[in-house]
């Protein structure tokens, strides 16, 4: 099989679509099979064909053209299946890493408490967003049409409610984690010298990373912070919120609630594992996951997590390596949650927990699946000989 896939930028950006595409294609390639990716910007990793797409033009017109000649490029260079995860008009294979399009919006305006009626004008107006709409039903709307992959059994559910038609189309592979590359041990000491660094050796220190913290609830988090079961504590509990900005409405509820000296911005590190040794928890009382990566990546370095029902890492969690609230917003759940893991010994039975997830949940199981249905759609589709 030679496997192509859409992906319109390889940056180096950590993370997300990227991270996992390129251990898809390294897969595939380690297994024998030949692979070639159609992008934008950026180079593939050794032995993988890179084609650059050459779309012009502003947005939507850029990412409909790269739709389009990145698939025709990649059925010219031999590729006997094409694999997309988002900027697809036509494919073999869908993982719509995202989830759905109107979804993701509308659990974004939950977490920021509505849009403003600018925003809901100006997304009256977007071209891009219709663009985004528009392949999304191109993918999902009919019944024949692209094997799709949900990264979760709840994004599944969502995608049949919303296209019914496409549901005998749908296949749940949940995401994995490489669990021999993010292992505690090896990360401890400078997990150790990076939270000296932040001057936070004696507290309880819960980690927030996202790219997005209103959505990844670090609203909720805040206001967690000055409910009475963290407050009353003999241990003081401080956030690090890593790799976004903290919104100036956050840091402003944060200094009304008395607990300014408490919220900790850092930068995000290129490899995250340090972070987590850094931290006691994984604060993720998200809006929005389809199933996350930072949540699988917490769990493999032994780090309690507690997250909610919107959060696909849910059903690999079950009651198993740290907390599932009941709901997104509520901040005095979420306190006594930090209240129960800020036991010690409580703290380190989870831990074991955590990591015993990440090693039943491993990523090299989770490509073979996904190569497994590529390879059967290719052969599927290949022309008979003779």
């Known amino acids: 099989m030679k496997l192509g896939v859409l992906l319109d930028r390889l940056d180096g950006t950590p993370g997300g679509a990227e991270a996992h595409t390129v251990a898809l294609v390294r897969r595939c ?10 992008t934008l910007s950026g180079t593939a990793p050794d032995g993988v064909e890179t084609l650059h797409v050459p779309a012009k033009g502003g947005r939507p017109e850029r990412d409909e053209a790269f739709a389009t000649q990145g698939e025709q490029m990649l059925r010219a260079a031999g590729c006997d299946v094409v694999f997309a995860i988002r900027h697809a008009l036509a494919c073999d294979v869908y993982l719509p890493h995202g989830g759905l399009v109107d979804l993701a919006r509308e659990r974004k305006d939950l977490a920021i408490g509505g849009a403003s009626l600018g925003t809901r004008i100006a997304r009256a107006f ?36 919303r296209y019914p038609a496409c549901a005998s ?22 997990g150790a010298a990076l939270r000296a660094s932040w001057g936070l050796e004696a507290p309880l220190v819960g980690l927030l990373v996202a790219h997005h913290p209103l959505l990844k609830g670090v609203e909720t988090a805040v206001r967690a912070l000055a409910e009475p079961a963290v407050t009353e ?14 919104p100036r409405r956050v840091r402003a509820l944060a200094r009304a609630l008395g607990v300014a000296d408490r919220l900790h911005a850092v930068a995000a590190l290129a490899d995250p594992r340090p972070l987590y040794a850094a931290a006691d928890l994984l604060v993720h009382p998200t809006w929005y996951d389809p199933c996350s990566l930072v949540c699988l990546e ?21 009651r198993r390596g740290g907390i599932v609230l009941e709901e997104p917003g509520n901040a005095e759940a979420l306190a006594v949650a930090m209240r129960v893991l800020a036991d010690d010994e409580m703290r380190a039975f989870t831990r074991d927990d955590a990591r015993y997830l990440a090693l039943k949940n491993r990523e090299s199981t989770r490509l073979d699946r996904i190569l497994d249905i590529c390879r059967a759609r290719a052969s599927a589709t290949l022309p008979r000989q003779g």
Do not use: Y
């Open 298 to 318: 917490a769990l493999a370095m032994g780090l309690p997590v507690i997250t909610t029902p919107c959060n696909g890492v849910r059903e690999i969690m079950g």
């Open 29 to 38: 390639v380690a297994q024998g099979d030949e692979a070639a990716i159609a």
């Open 233 to 246: 504590q003999a241990r003081p509990v401080v956030l690090v919120v890593a790799g976004g900005v903290i």
């Open 126 to 161: 977007s071209r891009k967003h219709a663009f985004f709409l528009r392949a999304e039903q191109a993918l999902l709307g009919a019944r024949e049409g692209p094997q799709v992959i949900a990264v979760s059994d709840w994004i599944a559910g969502r995608i049949k409610a």
């Open 169 to 190: 189309r749908i296949t749940t592979v949940v995401n994995g984690v490489d669990a021999d590359h993010f292992e505690p041990e090896a990360h401890a000491e400078a």
